[in-house]
Structure formats: structure tokens, C-alpha cells
């Protein structure tokens, strides 16, 4: 199994702000994904994050908006730039078991844009 | 991926078996059948999945049938914290696999 611990858990944040949600994991791990679910809505994948190389976004999502970091194996962080109301939403980061068929999920940092 | 289709709710009463269905009927030969819960203002928890064969673990028994089109989830003796959302979801699997989450079914469990 794997725990994964999330920063914040949840924040307000004005208009034109960014914020970085940082991602840390207890073990090593390859890959790490990024998830958003708006209120009320299911997860829809953001990103994978690649240690050492650049993340993989989804249809939709762009690197400017969202700009991933990976230094290590461990920790990776998100970052929400010049948020709007409709960046307010639950930001997870999850990871998957090593061979098991299984992701795990961190508690989710619930941001609110005003 | 393939597409799953699940109902929208459920109800449960509390101590009986919730049956959880779900449709996959393009589903491919390597594809996996994966199931979910999220827990209100909680980040999914994995549950189960199965190739073909029926599983069973500590939270639940999965039923594949033999066409694989379809399965059921089965809470043998719902509790009340057992009320969550719960996503089917039918993925190729692997060590670097990641899942698409559809809108899932929410089992209600009453007293």
C-alpha cells in the first residue's frame, strides 16, 4: 500500500492568484497522477508525472495552466495558475500499486476561488 | 477504455447485501474490471477487480459474468458507512496504468 499525503487541504483564494498543492508519497514510485473532481462531478484526469521528464497532460488540460513538477520519487506538486471560479474544485494526487492492480489516493486539497 | 454504464443510485438497507451492477459490454480481452468507493470529502478507495474469474476479498465479491459484459459488486452485509459513490471502471491494467472514472452509482444505505 501506499500513503500519500496532500498540502494544503483545502484553501480560498482570490481571483488571479496561483497556488501549488504539494504531493508526498511514502514510497517510490514511477508515476503519479493528478486528478481534479468539480463539485459535484466525477475525477477527471489532469496529468501524469514522470520523475525526470515532462508530464503527460490530458485533452484539455495545458502546462501553462497546470504546471507539474517531479524532482524525486517521492513528492511531486501542482500548481493552479491565474485561478478563476471555475479552478474551484478537489485537487488529488494518486499513485499506483506496484504490480497490485490498485491506485491510492490522497484525501484531496479542496480549493475554493472567490 | 471501455465505456461502463451503472446506475445513477442505489438504495441499501442497512445489514443486507448491496448488489452493485455494472455494464461493459465492449469490453476487450485485457481489460480489467476495477471498482471504486469514494466516501463523502474522501479520495477513492480501491475495492476489487478481476480479469474473468469471480474475486473475493475482505470488502466485497466481484461477479464477472462468463461474457464479461457485465458484473456485479456485492457488499455481503452493508453498514452505514458503507454510503458512498462507486465506480466501475474496465482498464487494460499494468504497472503505469491510470483510470478514467465515469459517474458511478451512489449506494445509500438506511438503518
Known amino acids: 500500500s501506499a500513503v500519500i499525503s496532500q498540502k494544503p487541504s483545502r484553501d480560498i483564494c482570490q481571483r488571479g492568484t496561483s497556488l501549488t498543492i504539494q504531493c508526498q508519497v511514502d514510497s517510490q514510485v514511477t508515476m503519479m497522477f493528478w486528478y481534479r473532481q468539480q463539485p459535484g462531478q466525477s475525477l477527471t484526469l489532469i496529468a501524469t508525472?514522470?520523475?525526470?521528464?515532462?508530464?503527460?497532460?490530458e485533452s484539455g488540460f495545458v502546462i501553462d495552466k497546470f504546471p507539474i513538477s517531479r524532482p524525486n520519487l517521492t513528492f511531486s506538486t501542482l500548481t493552479v495558475s491565474n485561478m478563476s471560479p471555475e479552478d474551484s474544485s478537489i485537487y488529488l494526487c494518486?499513485?499506483?500499486?506496484?504490480?497490485?492492480?490498485?491506485?491510492?489516493f490522497g484525501e484531496g486539497s479542496r480549493l475554493t476561488v472567490l | 477504455d471501455a465505456k461502463t454504464t451503472q446506475p445513477t443510485s442505489m438504495d441499501c438497507a442497512e445489514g443486507r447485501a448491496a448488489n452493485l451492477p455494472c455494464n461493459h459490454s465492449?469490453?476487450?480481452?485485457?481489460?480489467?474490471v476495477y471498482w471504486y468507493r469514494q466516501i463523502h470529502s474522501q479520495g477513492p478507495q480501491y475495492i476489487i477487480h478481476g480479469l474473468k474469474n469471480n474475486e473475493t476479498n475482505e470488502m466485497a465479491s466481484l461477479i464477472i459474468t462468463e461474457d464479461r459484459k457485465s458484473s456485479t459488486l456485492i457488499l455481503p452485509h452493508a453498514t452505514l458507512r458503507d454510503t458512498a459513490v462507486y465506480y466501475c471502471i474496465a482498464d487494460s491494467g499494468g504497472s503505469n496504468y491510470k483510470l478514467t472514472f465515469g459517474k458511478g452509482t451512489l449506494l445509500t444505505v438506511n438503518p
Open positions: 508525472a514522470n520523475q525526470g521528464s515532462e508530464a503527460t497532460y
Open positions: 465492449t469490453i476487450s480481452g485485457n481489460e480489467y
Open positions: 494518486s499513485v499506483n500499486g506496484q504490480g497490485t492492480g490498485e491506485l491510492f
